[in-house]
Structures are given as C-alpha cells and as structure tokens.
C-alpha cells in the first residue's frame, strides 16, 4: 500500500514524506507488539460495553468502515461515553454520508489498560473489518493503538492522546508508524512554557513577589510526568529552583502528607496535571486546609463541568488553561444539541473537542473523496501523508479553536494562534476567568 512520495514534494516535507514512503515490505516485515498478537477471545471482553452499530447499508451501497475509539469502560468512560456521543452527532451533520459512502461506525472499548485496547481496535479490524480509525483520549493506549494501525496498514486520523511520548514514539520510526496521522493536540512543552510564560510575565509585573521556587505534582501516568516534566525544564530554563517534584497514582484522593511537603519547601508556585476531577478537587480543597500560600497551577482542571460542584470555593485562585469557543455561537448550539441527546451537559475541553475531531476527520474524508473518488485504506492513508502531514490541508470549520492543521515532520498540531490556541485561565469569583496572554486577558490575575 505505501507509496514512493519522498521525490513528490520538497527537501522541507522530506521527513513527514519519508514516513509514507518505502515499500510495503516495511511494514509487513517489522516486529509487532506482543498486545496485538493476542487472541480474539480476550478482545471479546473489552467491546462489551460498546453499542450497537446503525443498521447496515442497503445492499450494493458503498460502506467506509471507521473504527471510532472511545474509553467506554473504565476512568475515562465518562469521557469515552461523551466522545461516542459527539461523534454521533458529527456523523448526523453528515446523514452517515460522503460521496456515495455510507460511513459505519464501528465503536471500540479503548478501556483504560493499553493492552485491552490495542486488542480492541486489533478486532475491529480482523473482525468488523475496519477500514479506518478515528479518536482516542489516553496517551499509553493511543501509542499501543499505534502499533496496530501500522501492523494492519490502517490508517488512524486525529486521536487526541495528548502525552509527549506519543509523539516520541512516532520520530522514533515515523515510516513505520506513518498511518497514525494529525494528533489534534499539541506536544506538552506548548502547554508547560505556556504556564511559565505566564507566571515570568507576573513576576515582571510584581503581580507574583517572593522566590523563584516551583513545586511540581501530577498524575504518574504519561500525561502527568508529560507535562511535569516539560515544566521542570522550562521554569529551570527562566531561573526558578525545582524544591519538589512527586507524582501520585491516578485516582488519588489524599494529599496531606505530599501538601506538607510542598508547603516545607517554600514554593512559591504549584504546578502540575492532576488528570481527574475526583484528585483535582482533593488536591485544591486539602492545599486549602493547610494554609499553602503559593500560586496552584491545575492544569485540566476546566475540563470537567462538574469542577465548581466539586471543589466548591477551594479552586479560588487556580489557574488552568480554558479552552474557549472560537465560534461562541455554534458552541452554544452544540452544548444545546448534546444535552438533548446526551441527558447531560457537554463541555468544550472534552465533548466539545470530541466533536471537532470527528468533524475534521469527516471532513477530511470528504476531501479524500474529492480528489481520488474512493475511499478506502489505500486512500485515506495517502490523503493523510501528502496532504495532512504536510500542512496542505488545513481545517477551519471548527468550534474549539480557530483552526487545525500540521507541518511536515510532527505528528502533533500546530500551536499558534491562529490554529491551536488556548489562552490561561484564572478562578475568580467561582468563574474562569481569561488572565493569559494580554491581548485575550478579560481579568487582572489575582495572586
């Protein structure tokens, strides 16, 4: 299937084009995780909790097959169950079609363990024959998921795992693993500098007084360290002195003996990933209980709709980044849509993102469809090589941001602020309020 494209475009997209280039042998020849090897019976338990797919095309009707990736059992099902309904959604806006192709959704239990998901997503495909695959949440299962896209020469399009290491993992052998194509989330240094950034410019303004002294906390997961990590490096880089540095298991809801810790240090900022609602609202309600005076830093922490429920006036004064409708008017009426369907209200740092990813991957179908006539594997892989690993295409039509799209040589989106953007955000009042950077800022920080 893969495609000689290295002479086709110019020396910058070489590395980007040298990953959808080689031969066919490539692939079929390199050595496959031991998760996808395993058999279809142990698959079998994790697509339990999936839902039935719609009824079946009417016979002689062309049928994409699309492997759709959602956390349905597990920590993440309350996301995977909004990422299942968004996709829907995307797929209604499009009556299940494109061209003369009827799209079939094929959902998946990605779960939360990256062996049952890459076992999953293997028995889409041999089973349900999946032509394709779309979405995703957890880095770890995203990058065994990696593995079995490129074992099976099936393209996977825009999944969201935002962790470092997945895009470590693509340079380690971007030809081998060019079928994982566009992560719709950019690598963790853009989200920690971004931090950093903000907390030099209030030092600068005297908003922030005292020693330059970082604390560093988060989920031991390749989210938490991702980010942890690049904060490390990035408040290093600017003069600050790291004076602790833990990581606790997910899920964890007692912080009194790390608090103590952090206090004793003398940190003057708190920073980190905690990646749940349950362990965000514990870290910021006992750091109140025992009088830690720094700035908190909780990065996620708007993704959850249930957050001010939750942590109540505790998250006074944290700050987080605050996804915010590019297109205020369509947000709104996609909240509206997904409680309808839902029961419950949606948010734009997961629902809402869900939906923009399946809209850009159909979307991009779309564009496939366009400029070949056919879609299938061969296709949509060549459509994501030379066109969205490259920058060629580019989608705007999105509700989240202002716009997706790529450069040669990353799997990760552009940061920028005309692509993907998220300004910082402070708790004021029992509201996020946008403090970072100036131009977008409708709120003094309060330190």
């Known amino acids: 299937m893969k495609k000689t494209l290295a002479m086709m475009l110019s020396a910058a997209m070489v590395l980007s084009l040298a990953a959808c280039g080689g031969s066919g042998t490539s692939a079929a020849t390199t050595a496959a995780p031991a998760a996808a090897e395993t058999t279809a019976a142990a698959a079998a338990e994790t697509q339990a909790a999936a ?12 049928v994409l097959k699309v492997a759709v990736g959602c956390c349905l059992t597990g920590s993440g099902a309350k996301a995977g169950e909004g990422f299942k309904n968004a996709t829907e959604m995307a797929l209604e806006d499009i009556d299940y079609k494109i061209g003369d192709y009827t799209i079939q959704p094929i959902y998946f239990d ?86 950093r950034d903000l907390v030099v410019d209030a030092f600068e303004k005297g908003e922030l007084t005292g020693e330059k002294k970082l604390a560093i906390y988060g989920e031991d997961s ?70 830690l005076d720094a700035l908190i830093i909780a990065h996620g922490l708007n993704e959850y709709p249930e957050w001010k429920e939750l942590c109540g006036d505790a998250a006074e004064g944290a700050v987080t980044h605050l996804q915010v409708y590019a297109d205020p008017e369509a947000g709104a ?72 799209r790529w450069t040669p040589g990353r799997l990760s989106c552009v940061a920028a602020p005309d692509a993907y953007f998220v300004p910082l955000a402070q708790v004021q009042d029992g509201e996020f309020k946008v403090i970072f950077p100036d131009d977008s800022a409708e709120a003094t920080p309060n330190f």
């Open 222 to 291: 390749d989210w938490g360290r991702s980010i942890g990590d690049q904060m490390d490096t990035g408040f290093k880089e600017v003069g600050f002195d790291v004076v602790y540095k833990e990581y606790f298991a997910g899920g964890t809801t007692d912080f009194y003996g790390i608090l103590s810790k952090i206090k004793d240090s003398g940190a003057t900022v708190v920073a980190g990933a905690p990646n749940t609602i349950a362990s965000a609202a514990a870290f910021l309600k006992q750091a109140k209980e025992v009088g």
């Open 51 to 62: 839902a039935e797919t719609p009824a079946p095309a009417a016979e002689g009707d062309k």
């Open 333 to 404: 009426e996609f909240e509206k849509r997904f409680k309808e369907k839902a029961g419950y209200d949606g948010g734009i740092g997961t629902e809402a993102v869900a939906y923009d990813c399946a809209r850009c991957t159909f979307a991009a179908l779309q564009a496939c469809y366009d400029m070949y006539g056919v879609l299938d594997s061969e296709t949509i892989y060549k459509f994501g090589c030379e066109e969205v690993q490259t920058g060629n295409w580019v989608y705007e039509d999105t509700i989240t941001i202002p716009a997706y």
């Open 110 to 195: 990605l779960t939360d363990d990256p062996e049952k998901g890459a076992l999953a997503f293997e028995q889409a495909i041999v089973k349900d024959g999946a032509q394709m695959a779309m979405q995703g949440w957890f880095t770890t299962i995203a990058m065994s998921c990696m593995d079995v896209s490129a074992k099976y020469e099936i393209p996977y399009l825009f999944n969201y795992g935002a962790g470092q290491s997945l895009d470590d993992k693509w340079l380690e052998d971007p030809e081998y693993y060019s079928y994982y194509i566009g992560k719709t989330y950019p690598t963790s240094d853009f989200v920690a500098n971004e931090y």
